[in-house]
């Protein structure tokens, strides 16, 4: 497929291939929109190239997917935009279904860190070296990631506490 | 003193039951509960159009200790369950609860992990009102319903 990339996105696009060629896995496009797919190791360092260098300033955000039954089944993305060059790119990061787990870039972007517990708390995708690693969400004693795909729409039954029906004699 | 000055001469009987059903009918107090849309429609019952001071039901508390009638207006999640529980538990005696819309009335739409399905599930809810919102004419005729079910309580003894 032939990619149809503005300047900006181009100089992009070569630098991550340039830079990042052992984790860069393939890159397409979208609905109008430009998806690089890498390596889970390299997350962080690509995330900081992307930054610094072009000026992806802005985590618009950054959200877990369930590819059920697939290989690799979790994927992160990421949603960046550089407000200087108007430019939005989508960077994805497939996960295993064991132990799903990611360095968190709650360090580049401060924004990370709710947008990252919301991942965890959904998914169960860990990141590792968060500020301040919880659920967001559920309770902290809730078992379960609401929105993994075999989760069922109602929930597990007595999973959350419901009130007492009889006064509390306090 | 009192009663006879405006009557004169005479007196009338009655049960106190009666009385006091008719006073407690008449003043029945809104705890709101609004969490969701629902609550944009319970604004408009007490407001001037539908007004909901024509039943007395008009002084809409934001506190426990002085409401008779909690009105559920939205969605309820677990979390806000707890909430609502205890402002029920610190409402006196006696008192009523309106379930508004389908989503305190069954979770409605939000048939998830995280929504209750059913305000009934922790709290004994008295009056049920349809619709996704109702309009506050919907509310007024449960607080109608609740003024009715009040009427016929025996709610100082009972006749033996």
């Not at chain 1, 052992?22 to 995330?47: H, K, L, P, W």
């Not at chain 1, 947008?115 to 559920?138: A, K, L, Q, S, T």
Request: charged fraction near 25%; include cysteine.
């Amino acid at each position: 497929m032939d990619l149809e990339l503005s300047d900006t996105l181009k100089k992009v696009i070569d630098g991550l291939s340039d830079q990042f060629s052992d984790s860069f896995i393939e890159v397409y496009q979208s609905t109008g929109d430009t998806f690089v797919r890498v390596e889970a190791d390299a997350v962080v360092d690509i995330c900081k190239y992307l930054k610094s260098t072009h000026h992806f300033i802005y985590l618009n955000d950054l959200f877990g997917t369930d590819r059920f039954t697939s290989e690799e089944r979790f994927e992160v993305v990421y949603n960046l935009i550089s407000l200087r060059d108007r430019e939005r790119l989508f960077l994805k990061v497939r996960l295993p279904e064991e132990d799903p787990r990611l360095e968190s870039v709650a360090d580049i972007w401060k924004s990370a860190s709710w947008m990252e517990r919301e991942v965890y708390d959904m998914f169960g995708v860990h990141f590792d070296n968060h500020p301040d690693f919880r659920r967001i969400f559920m309770p902290e004693d809730y078992e379960y990631h609401p929105m993994r795909k075999e989760f069922p729409l109602l929930g597990i039954p007595g999973s959350i506490e419901l009130p007492s029906t009889t006064p509390d004699t306090e | 003193m009192g009663i006879e000055s405006s009557l004169g001469d005479g007196y009338f009987t009655t049960k106190v039951d009666a009385l006091t059903n008719w006073a407690r009918s008449n003043a029945a107090w809104p705890m709101p509960m609004g969490l969701a849309c629902c609550a944009i429609e319970m604004m408009a019952f007490a407001g001037p159009k539908y007004d909901a001071a024509r039943f007395g039901s008009e002084v809409m508390r934001f506190s426990p200790r002085q409401s008779d009638v909690m009105i559920v207006a939205g969605w309820v999640n677990y979390k806000m369950a707890h909430a609502i529980r205890r402002i029920w538990d610190q409402m006196p005696d006696p008192k009523w609860c309106i379930a508004m819309g389908a989503c305190a009335s069954t979770g409605g739409m939000h048939r998830c992990y995280g929504v209750v399905q059913g305000c009934d599930n922790f709290l004994p809810v008295d009056a049920y009102v349809s619709g996704c919102p109702p309009r506050p004419d919907a509310l007024l005729h449960a607080l109608m319903k609740i003024q009715d079910k009040i009427r016929t309580e025996h709610s100082v003894m009972l006749d033996t």
